[in-house]
């Protein structure tokens, strides 16, 4: 079946359900320049990612984390919503499809218009104050960072290169001392900030996951874009799918691990099936 018909087919798909939720992943977001984090085989690249425990409990985590971020945030902040992202929010705003919950952080979907939306680990522009539960902007958090740490501002293409960013505003760098690396804190109260994301290690909150399975409960398909599934949290979705015989589409470049519950699968770019939908 070539690429055509399968478009075909998944246009069939959407005009068939009338509450298709559509569950993304970091392929969507490649075409923003934001590397993925997995290959077509599904397997990690990099180093494994930091601990949300590890980083609370220790300061030398921290110093490394934001030493990083700093590094890595301006692909994110510099990143813009491709045609695959908008295309998803005009498929929303045609009733094509029902709601969206996405297990990136890069918040590309809000700013390409999707509406009815759920950031399943949390959004990367915000950060968290671990004590008064204040909420910075990451940007600001950016800009303090930069005047305390000068020596480590990315100077662009001109001068260092950030080896590869991350799509969590991480980036593949090694520094060799963090000691002296200021750490942000708490304008509010001078308590410890944290991405305003979910790391791995920690639960996502109770209320924002009744949500999504309130969502997932109503749809009548399900399709994954840009997802290797191999997180739990996203595959749960596709197995709850499964369980309650509704059907499965994915668009994804490789390998998911839920290719043995997916009845119709283009293993095409997001970011060129998306807009033939509309």
């Given at each position: 079946?070539?690429?055509?018909?399968?478009?075909?087919?998944?246009?069939?798909?959407?005009?068939?359900?009338?509450?298709?939720?559509?569950?993304?992943?970091?392929?969507?977001?490649?075409?923003?320049?934001?590397?993925?984090?997995?290959?077509?085989?599904?397997?990690?690249?990099?180093?494994?990612?930091?601990?949300?425990?590890?980083?609370?409990?220790?300061?030398?985590?921290?110093?490394?984390?934001?030493?990083?971020?700093?590094?890595?945030?301006?692909?994110?902040?510099?990143?813009?919503?491709?045609?695959?992202?908008?295309?998803?929010?005009?498929?929303?705003?045609?009733?094509?499809?029902?709601?969206?919950?996405?297990?990136?952080?890069?918040?590309?979907?809000?700013?390409?218009?999707?509406?009815?939306?759920?950031?399943?680990?949390?959004?990367?522009?915000?950060?968290?104050?671990?004590?008064?539960?204040?909420?910075?902007?990451?940007?600001?958090?950016?800009?303090?960072?930069?005047?305390?740490?000068?020596?480590?501002?990315?100077?662009?293409?001109?001068?260092?290169?950030?080896?590869?960013?991350?799509?969590?505003?991480?980036?593949?760098?090694?520094?060799?001392?963090?000691?002296?690396?200021?750490?942000?804190?708490?304008?509010?109260?001078?308590?410890?900030?944290?991405?305003?994301?979910?790391?791995?290690?920690?639960?996502?909150?109770?209320?924002?996951?009744?949500?999504?399975?309130?969502?997932?409960?109503?749809?009548?398909?399900?399709?994954?874009?840009?997802?290797?599934?191999?997180?739990?949290?996203?595959?749960?979705?596709?197995?709850?799918?499964?369980?309650?015989?509704?059907?499965?589409a994915a668009i994804n470049l490789g390998k998911?691990?839920?290719?043995?519950?997916?009845?119709?699968?283009?293993e095409a770019s997001a970011v060129e099936v998306?807009?033939?939908?509309?």
């Amino acid at each position: 079946m070539n690429l055509n018909q399968q478009i075909d087919q998944l246009s069939t798909f959407l005009q068939r359900h009338e509450r298709v939720l559509v569950l993304t992943g970091a392929g969507l977001s490649t075409a923003s320049g934001i590397p993925d984090y997995r290959d077509k085989d599904g397997v990690r690249r990099g180093r494994n990612p930091i601990q949300g425990p590890d980083f609370r409990k220790s300061e030398a985590v921290r110093r490394r984390y934001w030493a990083r971020s700093m590094a890595g945030y301006p692909t994110l902040a510099g990143a813009a919503p491709n045609a695959g992202h908008r295309a998803l929010a005009e498929l929303e705003a045609a009733g094509r499809i029902h709601a969206i919950i996405t297990q990136n952080v890069d918040g590309l979907h809000t700013a390409a218009g999707s509406r009815r939306l759920i950031e399943l680990h949390g959004n990367i522009h915000g950060v968290l104050c671990l004590d008064c539960r204040a909420v910075h902007p990451r940007s600001a958090i950016q800009d303090w960072l930069a005047q305390a740490n000068p020596s480590l501002v990315p100077t662009g293409p001109a001068g260092e290169v950030v080896p590869e960013a991350r799509p969590d505003g991480d980036a593949e760098v090694e520094l060799d001392e963090f000691q002296d690396f200021q750490l942000p804190v708490c304008a509010a109260c001078g308590g410890v900030l944290q991405p305003d994301v979910i790391f791995f290690g920690d639960n996502i909150p109770p209320q924002r996951t009744a949500d999504a399975l309130q969502w997932a409960d109503e749809a009548d398909a399900v399709l994954v874009v840009g997802s290797s599934l191999m997180v739990f949290s996203g595959f749960r979705f596709a197995k709850l799918a499964a369980q309650a015989n509704k059907p499965i589409a994915a668009i994804n470049l490789g390998k998911t691990r839920a290719d043995d519950l997916i009845g119709l699968k283009v293993e095409a770019s997001a970011v060129e099936v998306l807009p033939l939908l509309l």
